[in-house]
């Protein structure tokens, strides 16, 4: 039976941790080996899930050190799973990654979008439940058809490609570790995903990508999430090397990323203007609103599950 490891980087996530993890040991119909890593955390989550879950067989946790004056950003953590996972998998497992206030979204998620490939697939992409808990929203977002091409995806579309909602193959992540000695580029500290999956890209064929209409994962927009935590000018010197690194994306959506930030650090008549306007990813993917409640209980489910 394929492997499916997911990875999940920790920083001061002990009182949401438990759902994250629980989503995923309880997966059915599947092989799956969860990989933790601890980022330095300071209100003792690493204590806590070696006390609850290091006697499972199929549970890896990794702890690294926090740098002084690191940036805020999962790349350092993710790199560790990786490469566990380079060393302890077959070229025909598959990998994910989770951040750890993400939850799948059933108990047959993995095994349901593993169904959906064929022989050859290397990157198998589903669509992910977002949920705003403060203005209690809930919609489910994956790209539209005409941009799930590769072609599109390499000069833009990759900037709203779902990210989370997708299992790599391990052959992929070898040999990108092979290739570049890292999949996540630890010099920035936002956007990181983008940049992997250009990269990923790259070693695709245009019949190696399965996309799938099946719910993969419940993202969380607010809160003390990373993204919200990123000043503008971090941004746009992320957006900068990300775009420099990979030039097959469109330098009109580089402008348009950067009006879009620049209205949103404005104040309130930046935003304003915004909200006349389609965000730049938005161009690519289409939503579906959800129950604010139906997403929330699945949510739920998971944290009281353990």
């Not at 979204?105 to 977002?130: D, Q, R």
């Not at 956007?191 to 996309?211: P, Y």
């Not at 579906?288 to 997403?295: G, H, M, P, W």
Request: hydrophobic share 35%; proline share 3%.
């Amino acid at each position: 039976m394929e492997k499916v490891f997911v990875i999940i980087p920790m920083y001061n996530a002990q009182n949401q941790i438990d759902g994250a993890i629980q989503s995923v040991l309880s997966q059915k119909n599947v092989d799956v080996k969860l990989v933790l890593v601890d980022h330095g955390s300071s209100d003792k989550t690493l204590e806590y899930v070696k006390k609850n879950y290091s006697m499972k067989e199929n549970v890896c946790i990794i702890s690294l050190n926090r740098i002084p004056n690191e940036r805020r950003s999962a790349s350092r953590p993710l790199n560790a799973g990786m490469k566990y996972v380079s060393k302890h998998s077959s070229n025909t497992d598959w990998v994910m990654r989770l951040d750890s206030d993400d939850v799948l979204v059933s108990e047959h998620t993995i095994s349901s979008a593993l169904k959906t490939s064929v022989k050859g697939i290397k990157i198998i992409s589903g669509s992910m439940y977002f949920i705003d808990t403060c203005n209690q929203t809930a919609q489910e977002y994956k790209l539209k058809p005409e941009y799930s091409s590769l072609i599109e995806l390499k000069k833009g579309a990759a900037y709203a490609y779902p990210h989370h909602a997708s299992l790599i193959s391990t052959r992929l992540i070898k040999k990108l570790i092979s290739n570049d000695g890292y999949i996540y580029y630890q010099k920035i500290g936002y956007g990181e995903d983008l940049d992997v999956t250009m990269r990923l890209l790259n070693l695709c064929k245009t019949n190696e990508i399965c996309f799938s209409n099946i719910p993969m994962i419940i993202k969380e927009l607010s809160g003390n999430t990373i993204t919200n935590s990123i000043d503008f000018k971090t941004i746009m010197h992320d957006h900068y090397w990300i775009f420099k690194r990979n030039r097959n994306l469109s330098r009109f959506l580089y402008v348009n990323i950067v009006l879009w930030y620049l209205m949103e650090s404005s104040g309130s008549i930046g935003k304003s203007i915004n909200k006349k306007r389609l965000p730049p990813a938005l161009k690519y993917s289409c939503h579906k609103r959800l129950s604010f409640k139906n997403v929330l209980s699945i949510k739920q489910a998971w944290i009281s599950k353990r």
